[in-house]
């Protein structure tokens, strides 16, 4: 029996030219590594095995492994894709650090830059009555329009957007949620590209 808590863990991807790119979950590292579409690396010595040397290499008595009928996998958790040298996902992760960025520091109905300490997320629809969390219901406000906006939307409040907010534009680098960073990732990637996911 497969763990199926083993098969959803993440594996991170890299690029051909070994960037991090993105992270998928293991099931899906594996069915990329059958069909050739990427090769699995052994972070502390970034040796590469296709799907057939990889399914051949022993498992440590200890080592978290998928169990097939016959076979005892170790598991992916670095993948290099064999051909694609693309750039991170373009789609900005919707977080608190990209929301921040997005909106320069600024307060999205006054304009002040007060500092991020007295900046905070509002929700243009309030999210008592359902607002969502999204590039498009989020801006940053200051203290004093949060005050004066409470649970209203701008228009019951008599307040003003600078502009539409939107989803960002530029491309973010590799964003993971906390907690899900493996230590064998640490060969890939720096500490300062991990961010914290905003919960939905
Ligand atoms: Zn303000």
Not at 111 to 121: D, N, Y
Not at 151 to 171: F, H, I, N, Q, V
Request: proline letters at 8%.
């Amino acid at each position: 029996m497969n763990s199926p808590s083993v098969l959803a863990q993440p594996a991170l991807v890299l690029n051909e030219s070994w960037s991090a790119i993105h992270t998928v979950t293991v099931r899906h590292a594996l069915r990329l590594m059958f069909t050739g579409a990427a090769k699995a690396v052994v972070p502390h010595s970034y040796e590469v095995h296709g799907f057939d040397s990889w399914t051949a290499l022993a498992v440590e008595p200890d080592e978290p492994h998928i169990k097939t009928v016959r076979l005892k996998i170790k598991v992916p958790e670095v993948i290099l894709l064999t051909h694609y040298a693309g750039q991170p996902n373009p789609a900005a992760v919707f977080s608190r650090r990209n929301l921040f960025r997005r909106d320069h520091n600024q307060c999205q109905y006054c304009g002040v830059r007060p500092g991020t300490a007295e900046l905070s997320i509002d929700h243009i629809f309030p999210r008592s009555r359902g607002g969502k969390s999204s590039w498009e219901n989020c801006v940053l406000a200051c203290t004093d329009c949060n005050r004066t906006k409470r649970d209203r939307t701008p228009e019951e409040a008599g307040m003003r957007l600078l502009k539409r907010p939107d989803k960002p534009k530029w491309s973010p680098i590799l964003e993971i949620p906390l907690g899900r960073v493996k230590h064998s990732w640490s060969r890939f990637v720096s500490d300062a590209y991990w961010d914290v996911r905003l919960e939905p």
